[in-house]
């Protein structure tokens, strides 16, 4: 019993307390939200104008849209991390950071068209008649009457996949960004533990990914009774 | 005001309208039957361009509508249309879905519509239901929600697809009275349906239509009592 609490409290104190090596959790942690967010962002507008290019009737707009995202769902997003990091943006001055978030904003861009693009059309094509026959342009009906229904649509599928962007970004260590995954291997690295920094790591993800996924619950609740 | 001539509209192999030619007149309601997939409702919807035609005419006061496609948006301000299906906006109240086509595209003044949709909402027999959603009324107080909606635009021309076609059956009466009300106002109307007693009564015109034609049109007492020809027999009396 006793040797039991002797480990657990020397794996605390090696992987959180000396060094004050629970700060690097902390900064992890900070970083990896920081580059869910940004990417979030880039990618909810990407994601939105490439939607709406591959509704257009415009043939150019479409297929340029569709070889976009074809191209980013087919390969890893780790690859397309390091051929930004390295071969496109290894020679500008930007942080890591923000490398990063543009990295992974550009891979979610291509799933979120997809989110968009699914919620637009899953409104009624009666709605886009009904506008235009009351003389509405195309984009003014899209605008004032497609756009905002289509938005109760997305919104869940939405922050299901800032979810996943979260766990995603654990791979920004391949480009040396000090998220929350690489504090927990600098840690190892230190301690020759591997079991304690990785674990701590997992339940951090977890409990961010589950207050997330309370708040999507509410959220389609809230969206399901205003029907 | 409506000219059509030799209209053509096909769905991929599936040649649906064949050549329809008529001319329908200001304050003229003409009333479009026949059987299901005999081209009636795509008809009406080639009169505002929901559908595109393939060949053929469409003129509107004159002026051909697809030779001024650019100007769609603003001919279509002309045609009211109401839909089978309602289809009023549902993330709106009463009161917006009215108020939103005046507003954005006449420019008119806030409340200068809400006034004059108040105004229709007393026409349509609706005056206490400005502020509901659309999903909190029944079929038949959607629909004339749909034709105020429609009115606002104060249109020339009001375009029907079988308007009460979803309605239950007690529902149906109180839609066709608006539009017997119009009627009598003076409205033009075109409507595509399956209320033979409606026809009847209010229609100046029937057209029935049947393999992608006019295939006999008339004022109601010939088309109902004397028909002339042996299709046109044979559906009234699968109807009547």
């Known amino acids: ?227 | 005001m409506i000219e059509v001539v030799n209209l053509h509209k096909s769905f991929g192999d599936l040649k649906v309208l064949k050549g329809v030619n008529t001319k329908i007149e200001k304050q003229e309601v003409v009333c479009v039957i026949g059987a299901s997939g005999s081209g009636k409702s795509t008809f009406l919807r080639c009169l505002n361009l929901l559908e595109e035609p393939d060949d053929g005419e469409i003129y509107i006061d004159g002026v051909s509508l697809l030779e001024h496609k650019k100007d769609i948006n603003r001919l279509r301000q002309k045609v009211g249309m109401v839909f089978q299906q309602f289809n009023l906006f549902p993330h709106m109240t009463v009161m917006e879905n009215i108020t939103l086509a005046p507003i954005k595209l006449k420019g008119m003044r806030k409340s200068e519509a809400e006034e004059k949709a108040m105004e229709l909402l007393h026409k349509v027999g609706l005056p206490d239901k400005n502020d509901q959603y659309p999903n909190h009324l029944s079929g038949g107080q959607k629909q004339r929600v749909a034709i105020a909606r429609a009115l606002a635009m104060d249109p020339e021309i009001m375009l029907f697809d079988e308007p009460t076609s979803a309605l239950d059956p007690e529902m149906v009466g109180e839609v066709l009275n608006v539009m017997k009300q119009l009627a009598n106002e003076g409205m033009t109307m075109v409507v595509v349906t399956h209320e033979m007693g409606f026809a009847r009564e209010v229609g100046d015109r029937i057209m029935f239509m049947d393999e992608g034609i006019i295939f006999e049109e008339g004022p109601p007492e010939q088309i109902f009592k004397n028909p002339q020809k042996e299709r046109t027999r044979e559906f009234l009396g699968k109807v009547l």
């Open chain 1, 1 to 227: 019993m006793n040797s039991i609490i002797k480990v657990l409290s020397d794996a605390i104190y090696y992987n959180l307390i000396r060094e004050q090596r629970y700060m690097l959790f902390v900064q992890g942690l900070g970083i990896s939200l920081q580059l869910t967010f940004y990417s979030a962002i880039i990618g909810t507008i990407l994601g939105l104008f490439l939607a709406l290019a591959k509704l257009s009737k415009i043939k150019i707009f479409e297929r340029l849209a569709t070889i976009y995202v074809d191209v980013i769902r087919g390969t890893p997003v780790v690859v397309q991390l390091v051929i930004i990091y390295y071969a496109i943006l290894g020679s500008s001055s930007l942080p890591k950071i923000a490398v990063a978030s543009i990295a992974f904003g550009l891979n979610s861009g291509a799933y979120v068209c997809e989110l968009i693009r699914a919620g637009i059309m899953a409104v009624d094509k009666g709605q886009m008649e009904a506008a235009r026959s009351l003389g509405f342009s195309y984009s003014q009906a899209m605008t004032y009457i497609i756009i905002p229904q289509a938005v109760k649509n997305i919104l869940p599928a939405l922050v299901n996949e800032f979810i996943v962007l979260l766990k995603e970004t654990a791979i920004a260590g391949y480009i040396a960004l000090d998220d929350l995954t690489r504090a927990g291997n600098i840690i190892r690295g230190r301690t020759f533990d591997a079991y304690t920094p990785f674990i701590l790591v997992a339940a951090i993800y977890l409990y961010i990914t589950t207050i997330l996924t309370w708040m999507l619950g509410k959220l389609e609740r809230r969206l399901r009774e205003s029907d």
